[in-house]
């Protein structure tokens, strides 16, 4: 492809996510984090910062990059997930911020991390990318009877027009889930839609069991074991304080979280003001 012509899919891809973001947003889809049928967490309670085995980094509940927990192994539960979980990670965000990892420690069988631009070319005939454009085939009604695999891009959502026009994505298929309203704790400007990527992970398994079997009884929602862990952390620590949450109204005040003990949230980095590091996907 040219340099103009590359340019100019850019600006145009640029474009209509610029639109898409300041468009009016539909109804979202809330959900309540409370009736998650999730493992315990007791094994994550009480845990400090210890040095990882195989990196000898300082880290508090799993290592992020040698992808190790540090909780009770007997305890950490494993989902088996129906297709590959394939995850594309653009560098500039720290590993540290990405909730993507959570789906790697929970099923570390069916999913892959991946760093853009070096990841794979998966197979269109076989892989589709979970991205909201117009057109992109709601999970409701995809076929799904050759889908072998799922791509998701982990990044910030201004970052989207960088990694969209990337050759090797642009020619999967596209599919898209219902909107939901995200329950992450990061501040971000392009709405309540735009979820981390754990979030739409989680999403995408449950319409996908969906589609494929009509009903949904928990199999996936410890996808969000950690995800739910940390905001129970985060809430409780700023209500029991009394402290006010004000980059994300209403947020401390969400009927649907999850609870959990309170602990110190040092390790749940719940800075507020920093950007969200989650998946392009509002699902309209």
């Known amino acids: 492809m040219a340099e103009p012509e590359r340019a100019a899919k850019k600006r145009k891809l640029n474009e209509a996510f610029q639109a898409k973001v300041k468009q009016v947003k539909a109804p979202l889809t809330e ?84 760093e853009f631009p070096d990841h794979p ?17 709601p999970i409701s009604e995809l076929d799904i009877s050759k889908v072998k695999r799922v791509v998701f891009i982990d990044s910030q959502w201004n970052r989207v027009n960088r990694i969209l026009p990337d050759e090797k994505l642009a020619r999967l298929p596209k599919v898209k889930i219902t909107s939901y309203k995200t329950h992450f704790w990061r ?60 980059r994300i109204k209403g947020w401390l005040g969400d009927p649907n979280s999850h609870s959990a003990p309170s602990s110190s949230t040092s390790s749940a980095e719940p800075a507020p003001s920093t950007p969200s590091t989650s998946t392009p996907n509002d699902a309209q």
């Open 187 to 246: 501040y971000q400007q392009e709405g309540a839609d735009c979820l981390s990527t754990i979030e739409a992970i989680y999403h995408f398994y449950r319409e996908f069991h969906m589609r494929a079997h009509g009903k949904y009884d928990g199999e996936y929602d410890n996808l969000l074991w950690y995800f739910s862990f940390f905001h129970g952390l985060i809430q409780n620590h700023y209500k029991s304080n009394q402290m006010d949450f004000p």
């Open 121 to 137: 070319a998966f197979d269109p005939a076989e892989t589709v990318l979970l991205f909201p454009s117009d057109d992109a085939t």
């Open 31 to 114: 959900l309540n984090m409370g009736d998650l049928k999730l493992a315990s967490h007791d094994s994550l309670q009480g845990l400090e910062r210890q040095l990882c085995p195989k990196c000898n980094r300082k880290r508090k509940y799993f290592c992020y990059d040698c992808f190790l927990a540090f909780s009770d192994p007997a305890a950490l539960p494993k989902v088996e997930l129906p297709i590959h979980c394939e995850v594309v990670h653009y560098p500039t965000e720290t590993s540290a911020k990405s909730t993507a990892i959570h789906a790697k420690m929970m099923a570390p069988e069916t999913t892959s991390i991946h």
